[in-house]
């Protein structure tokens, strides 16, 4: 366990310039999710056939399930936003889970999950201003009465924050808990066989615990995310 920022992977100098840019291992797992999605989406899209089959068959059903669930979350005039969200949701799933081969999770680092936040936040008040004019926008934080417009502006603020935050603590939890039940398995496996034996306590009994934290909770906390965004975005239109 070595934290949760981002950790350095290497410098890249820009030629000419004495500016060096650190690349983290979360912008390198980052590049690694978005080049594999990338491949899989054109390989599995460039032949589509009038009759589906197979990965076609597959395919269009993750997008039917993506447009419905958009339609339902934020009802038909809105169902533009099913690519976004789509992106999201795809993006995350891999993202969290991805802690299943070794790899760290970049949603481990608060980075990545504030800047998804951000964009929501920022979708948030655009799409506010679009739909309800600025005018509309200022007017809705006094509503219903004038009093409330500083704990309004407060709740608006903070959520980012608590979006961003909440899934980067569900994903650190689970890999602190991960990383404390490993090593006590190791020390008791230490304990009882000897420093030089194999930590066979570690192979069977974490797998249940596994499946929890690296699969179901982080598919879970993706569609969190989604569905937050969703509900946010809709609310701030309507």
């Known amino acids: 366990?070595?934290?949760?920022?981002?950790?350095?992977?290497?410098?890249?100098?820009?030629?000419?310039?004495?500016?060096?840019?650190?690349?983290?291992?979360?912008?390198?797992?980052?590049?690694?999710?978005?080049?594999?999605l990338a491949v899989v989406f054109i390989l599995t899209t460039r032949n589509y056939e009038r009759i589906p089959k197979k990965v076609q068959n597959v395919m269009e059903m993750l997008v039917d399930t993506i447009t419905n669930l958009t339609k339902q979350t934020m009802g038909p005039k809105n169902i533009k936003f099913a690519p976004y969200i789509g992106t999201v949701l795809i993006y995350l799933a891999v993202a969290n889970v991805i802690g299943v081969i070794g790899i760290r999770p970049p949603t481990a680092d608060l980075n990545t999950t504030m800047a998804l936040s951000i964009i929501t936040f920022c979708?948030?008040?655009?799409?506010?201003?679009?739909?309800?004019?600025?005018?509309?926008?200022?007017?809705?934080?006094?509503?219903p009465m004038f009093l409330l417009t500083p704990i309004n502006l407060l709740g608006e603020i903070a959520t980012p924050i608590s979006l961003g935050f909440r899934l980067f603590g569900n994903l650190a939890g689970g890999l602190i808990i991960m990383d404390l039940i490993f090593g006590g398995l190791k020390s008791l496996s230490t304990a009882i066989f000897g420093a030089n034996a194999l930590p066979i306590f570690q192979l069977a009994i974490p797998l249940p615990l596994n499946f929890y934290f690296d699969i179901f909770s982080g598919l879970l906390q993706s569609l969190i995310f989604a569905m937050l965004t969703m509900i946010n975005v809709s609310n701030a239109m309507d």
Request: a positive charge; aromatic letters at 14%.
């Open 1 to 36: 366990m070595k934290g949760f920022g981002p950790i350095l992977v290497f410098e890249f100098k820009i030629p000419f310039t004495d500016i060096v840019v650190p690349i983290t291992n979360t912008v390198t797992v980052t590049w690694l999710i978005m080049a594999a």
């Open 123 to 143: 979708m948030i008040n655009y799409n506010a201003v679009k739909t309800k004019g600025l005018f509309g926008r200022i007017k809705g934080f006094t509503e």
